[in-house]
């Protein structure tokens, strides 16, 4: 999630500040996933050395307002058009650790997909029974939480297909079982030889 990108669209729309700034975040998605207010403040922080948002002087009640830049306009329009990024290796806990417990020796990789998988299984029926909080489902803020909450259904629903691949992968090779030892030859310091 790019708290920074966001926060700067917000900011595109007027000035803010980190409390408001956190409750504009929350409205428009869903609430989900609120923003700590310290990450927000060091964001807007590292966004003002950027040259992307200038902080204004405080109101009567200490608010320190935000303003958007022209630069940090061109930004959100360009994040708004670009797509998101997706490297070609995301980090992926639950494949890390299942795919280091197929191979080693002793581990009961089988044992650590059923309980993932059981897990995934209740998450998901979680996510399919939530309601949305704010009342209204066809208001703006509805949409936004019916978006947030289609993406984490269809992941989580991803996350069970996936488990159950790996498991059929797993009960197709049952020599994983013998895992991988230790190599014996000790990696090397530093950055690898460039090839000629």
């Not at 000035?15 to 060091?42: H, K, M, W």
């Not at 980090?91 to 020796?105: G, S, Y």
């Not at 009960?171 to 230790?182: E, S």
């Amino acid at each position: 999630m790019s708290v920074r990108h966001s926060l700067l669209a917000i900011l595109d729309q007027g000035s803010c500040y980190g409390y408001q700034l956190r409750a504009e975040f929350d409205r428009r998605t869903g609430g989900i996933r609120p923003l700590n207010v310290g990450q927000i403040y060091n964001t807007l922080e590292r966004l003002e050395r950027d040259g992307l948002v200038t902080r204004g002087d405080a109101d009567a009640q200490g608010h320190v307002y935000w303003q958007i830049t022209d630069a940090g306009s061109l930004e959100v329009a360009r994040w708004l058009r670009s797509p998101v990024a997706h490297g070609l290796v995301p980090r992926d806990e639950t494949a890390i650790k299942l795919a280091v417990a197929a191979t080693l020796p002793g581990a009961d990789a089988t044992a650590a997909i059923r309980t993932q998988r059981a897990a995934a299984l209740a998450h998901l029926q979680e996510l399919r029974q939530a309601t949305f909080p704010g009342g209204d489902g066809d208001s703006p803020e509805g949409l936004a939480w019916a978006l947030i909450m289609d993406s984490m259904i269809l992941s989580a629903e991803a996350e069970v297909h996936w488990l159950e691949r790996a498991a059929q992968r797993l009960a197709a090779h049952p020599q994983h079982t013998v895992g991988i030892g230790l190599a014996t030859e000790r990696p090397r310091r530093g950055r690898p030889a460039k090839s000629a």
